[in-house]
């Protein structure tokens, strides 16, 4: 059932600055969530107007992802058609904002032409007039929206400019009746007959609605097989050709927006991209020279997150320890106590400490692709990842990899080739994605002293890039070798249209911060503070009364010992044999060739539901048998402090930590990539093949370091 509330989709050319626009008009009142039925992710918020009587009134607002025409090539502009065909869809909209990139005017305007043709009541948005001013273009409004009879608002999406205007046209074409513009329909006409009967069979309204239902009904989802079938027969009693028609829609469109475009549009000079684009593409678009500057921004990333983030990591880490200390100390002691400091507060702690880290990660990236930088990535890559059997598109969810896999498998669906999409799926999760950075920087602050190189480059930062690079080599290894035994049964092409260098909008920047943090923060925290509060009570309770057999019989073994090293002897006996302790225990003798206890154990068997587990685990065991009266302990120092038991130095050696670090690296261990990969791929055959192979790698990776190092 449709809310009450109207629907407003925002459509647009990718890089028209549609998802900007969405940022300025809803500003933090977003969410995110997936398309009914399918896993793309979509985003909507509320868009405040006024209505005509005068008071605030709130919309919702649709990011629909970006489309060339209403003919889909992939599955996420499906999306879209899916959307605007079925006025039954829970997303339907009530009215549509089509952002046009005024630099690129004629190409932008075949979308709205058929958008319009739908029947929707409809504004159209024209944005990048600052791009299209300096390629020496001119665009008046007034001439745009005397042939199209609907309102033309300009617009900044990045600065703002025109946004109370649009806000003004949208209250005017709300409630409008669904009038098609017939001035693009006359092709309809060699097919009346077909639309006619499509039209009654399927109670349509619209006659180019109903010439979708005879193009398009193969892929839309909300078509029963019967439907289609009947559509089938129809086609066939008409003779129908859809390459025929699709060709001279297009041609027709073209020669009817040609005029229209000429008389809107002043051309002042030779039509160019600005000279500093030109500029700076001969260097970062250089065979050679590309890949160095990458390889630089991907250093300056990196160096960033370990020299920015350190201070505040350090503040919030000190912070937690002290507040789990002073709770200790002030509440009375026991179960409560010990479930609140040690289970939840350690886990909690094990959650905001890598905010900082986080946000900036997340910040600069976003940074590169408000810039225009991202598509000049994909642009030289290209030719490198052709030799792996996937394209340039393929880099874009293996940079967002970086971030999530899920997200970034979901993105493969704009990779038009099905044997390069699949590739793309299975090689996504050996990309160190943020769930890891927990992971890499406490245990490279174990092993990776805090100095500088060349006196610029700080050596934690080096490794950690090293780390995300080992992750790319090993993403580019693996489809190499997929690509061996997958069959390819189709050619593949890559096209991209290359938007203009930017100036970014910081507060779009800040938007990009802050929803990484919260979905951090909501997501994986969850996740986390769930699992540490479990792992309090499987590590404070064990079968029967073993754990006070173990506990005296530590005492006995310490007697003569000062009563720290009996304390430290009972807290280690007593965890060694609760549930937890078990757990670690049996899977001890597989990891045991890789350096690890059963306590790291422990932590491996709690982070196959989600990796950045592993931190908050280990923050917990070691919580596990503090005392108040201890001095406050961060996570680094519990862990620096660990000793091994057989040799009785520290228990994270350089050779154990980059041994975790490198099987952190391959390792998938996330059952929500398995779950998107599962939906994604139609079967399990694909997730198992994935996990299997992600953990011969890990395995491998972290047994021949572990030798080599120890």
């Not at 502009?77 to 959307?83: A, L």
């Not at 080992?470 to 390819?488: E, H, M, T």
């Amino acid at each position: 059932m449709k809310s009450s509330q109207n629907k407003i989709a925002l459509i647009g050319n990718p890089n028209s600055g549609k998802s900007t626009l969405f940022n300025q008009l809803t500003g933090l009142r977003q969410k995110t969530g997936n398309f009914p039925g399918v896993t793309v992710e979509k985003k909507f918020g509320t868009l405040r107007y006024t209505s005509p009587d005068g008071k605030q009134a709130d919309a919702t607002l649709i990011d629909l992802p970006g489309i060339y025409s209403i003919y889909p090539k992939s599955r996420d502009e499906q999306v879209v058609v899916d959307i605007l065909a079925n006025p039954q869809h829970p997303d339907y909209p009530d009215a549509v904002i089509v952002v046009v990139d005024a630099s690129n005017l004629q190409r932008n305007l075949l979308l709205f032409t058929e958008i319009a043709d739908l029947g929707l009541p409809i504004v159209l948005a024209l944005n990048m007039l600052d791009v299209a001013e300096s390629m020496n273009l001119q665009v008046n409004a007034v001439q745009l929206a005397m042939p199209f009879a609907v309102p033309v608002v300009r617009i900044n999406a990045r600065t703002g400019e025109g946004v109370p205007n649009l806000k003004e046209a949208i209250n005017r074409v709300l409630g409008q009746e669904q009038v098609a513009m017939s001035y693009f329909l006359d092709p309809l006409e060699t097919q009346e007959g077909l639309v006619e009967e499509v039209k009654k069979t399927y109670a349509l309204e619209n006659n180019y609605l109903a010439m979708q239902y005879v193009c398009q009904h193969d892929e839309f989802t909300f078509l029963n097989r019967p439907e289609r079938q009947q559509l089938d027969e129809l086609i066939e009693k008409y003779s129908f050709d859809k390459t025929d028609f699709l060709t001279h829609e297009t041609i027709t469109r073209y020669e009817r927006l040609r005029p229209i475009v000429q008389k809107a549009q002043t051309v002042k000079g030779a039509i160019d991209q600005p000279a500093w684009t030109r500029r700076l593409d001969r260097f970062l678009l250089h065979p050679i020279w590309g890949y160095v500057a990458f390889l630089f921004v991907l250093l300056v990333i990196f160096q960033a997150v370990f020299a920015w983030a350190q201070y505040p990591m350090d503040m919030l880490d000190m912070a937690t320890a002290e507040a789990i200390d002073w709770t200790k100390k002030t509440l009375p002691e026991g179960v409560l106590n010990d479930l609140l400091t040690d289970g939840l507060m350690a886990g909690i702690g094990g959650v905001i400490i890598f905010i900082p880290q986080i946000a900036f990660l997340f910040g600069l990236v976003g940074l590169l692709e408000e810039s225009g930088y991202m598509a000049r990535v994909m642009v030289i890559m290209d030719k490198l990842m052709r030799k792996f059997g996937l394209n340039g598109r393929s880099v874009v969810p293996l940079i967002s990899g970086v971030a999530c896999a899920v997200p970034a498998i979901m993105t493969t669906r704009s990779i038009n080739n099905p044997y390069e999409r699949l590739l793309t799926i299975l090689v996504t999760p050996l990309m160190s994605c943020s769930a890891r950075l927990p992971i890499y920087t406490i245990l490279i602050a174990l092993v990776v002293p805090d100095e500088t190189v060349l006196g610029i480059l700080n050596l934690q930062g080096l490794v950690l890039l090293g780390l995300y690079l080992l992750g790319l080599v090993g993403a580019l290894a693996s489809a190499w070798l997929f690509s061996l035994f997958i069959p390819r049964r189709e050619p593949s092409y890559f096209i991209l249209e290359m938007p203009t260098y930017k100036l970014p909008r910081w507060s779009h920047i800040g938007y990009i911060m802050f929803d990484s943090v919260k979905s951090f923060v909501l997501e994986a925290g969850k996740i986390i503070v769930a699992i540490s509060i479990i792992l309090w009570v499987l590590a404070s309770y064990g079968p029967g009364d073993r754990m006070d057999v173990a506990a005296e019989q530590a005492l006995q073994t310490t007697s003569s010992a000062s009563a720290s090293i009996q304390e430290a002897a009972v807290a280690s006996a007593r965890l060694e044999a609760s549930y937890a302790g078990h757990f670690g225990r049996f899977i001890e003798p597989a990891i045991r060739p890789l350096g690890y206890d059963w306590k790291i154990g422990i932590a491996l068997i709690t982070s196959f539901a989600a990796r950045e587990v592993f931190v908050g685990t280990m923050s917990t065991i070691y919580s596990i048998g503090a005392e108040a009266s201890e001095d406050a302990l961060t996570i680094r120092k519990r862990l620096q402090q660990e000793r091994n038991p057989q040799t009785g130095g520290p228990m994270y050696t350089p050779a154990v930590s980059f041994s975790l670090l490198m099987f952190y690296v391959f390792a998938m261990m996330c059952m929500s990539t398995m779950a998107v990969v599962y939906r994604e791929t139609h079967g399990w055959k694909w997730p198992i093949i994935q996990l299997i192979y992600t953990m011969f790698l890990a395995y491998g990776s972290a047994w021949a370091t572990y030798q080599l190092l120890s």
